[in-house]
Each structure stands twice: as structure tokens, then as C-alpha cells.
């Protein structure tokens, strides 16, 4: 079955950085586009970044986190990466590693930074930023 293991969340001061893992398994990740979902309690899940299937020599950030965070790939690891710089207190939050669930590039370049277009998900890592 899909699954989906994040890591490298913790406290971080603003200014700085922390790189997110995501450890993908059941599925055959080079064909699947993934993304890097956030959310805080009591608030809507927000899509921050993906990256395309394959290669991923495409991404794609909310603006927010533009020019701050890079999502890359090792398929042949099986794993998904967030490098978080600059990090600022809204960017606080529980950071789940997703699946995009259409196969291929099928949709991508127009849904990718829609939540509801990710049928698998981890459990997160808790993201902390201290002022």
C-alpha cells in the first residue's frame, strides 16, 4: 500500500533553514507528481510546493514561499525533499508530504497546487519557527 513518511520538521529561528524529507513506498514514485502540503490548526490545507513527475524538472511554489523553498526528487531513493530557507513564524505548521493522484503529467501544470487533487498523504512533521 501507499505510504508516505515525512521527516526533518523541528524548531528552526527565523532566518533559517530546515530541509524536509518525504520517504515514498508502494508506488512506483517516478511516474507521480508530489507535493508539499501545510496547514495549522483550524485553518485549510495549503499547498506550498510540487514538483513534476519523473524528472521533476518542473515545480511549482504558492507565492508565499517563492525564492525561499525548493521541492526536488530522488527517485531512485524513493524521496521527495522540501529545503526551507529563510524561514519566517508564518511558515509554521504541520508539512505533509502528497501524492498527486492522477499518473503522468495528466493535469498537472494546472491542478498541482490544489489539495484536492492529492489522493495520498502522510502523517506530517511539525514545523516551528522562533522569532
Known amino acids: 500500500q501507499v505510504q508516505l513518511v515525512e521527516s526533518g520538521g523541528g524548531l528552526a529561528q527565523s532566518g533559517g533553514s530546515l530541509r524536509l524529507s518525504c520517504a515514498a513506498s508502494?508506488?512506483?514514485?517516478?511516474?507521480?507528481?508530489m507535493g508539499w502540503v501545510r496547514q495549522n490548526p483550524g485553518r485549510e490545507r495549503e499547498a506550498v510546493a510540487a514538483?513534476?513527475?519523473?524528472?521533476?524538472?518542473?515545480?511549482m511554489y504558492v507565492d508565499s514561499v517563492k525564492g525561499r523553498f525548493t521541492v526536488s526528487r530522488d527517485n531512485a531513493k524513493s524521496t521527495v525533499y522540501l529545503q526551507m530557507n529563510s524561514l519566517k513564524p508564518e511558515d509554521a505548521a504541520r508539512y505533509y508530504c502528497?501524492?498527486?493522484?492522477?499518473?503522468?503529467?495528466?493535469?498537472?501544470?494546472?491542478?498541482?497546487?490544489?489539495?484536492?487533487?492529492?489522493?495520498?498523504w502522510g502523517q506530517g512533521t511539525q514545523v516551528t519557527v522562533s522569532s
Open positions: 514538483i513534476n513527475f519523473w524528472s521533476g524538472a518542473a515545480t
Open positions: 502528497a501524492k498527486f493522484r492522477q499518473r503522468g503529467g495528466t493535469n498537472w501544470s494546472s491542478r498541482a497546487l490544489y489539495t484536492e487533487d492529492y489522493d495520498y
Open positions: 508502494g508506488f512506483s514514485l517516478k511516474w507521480y507528481g
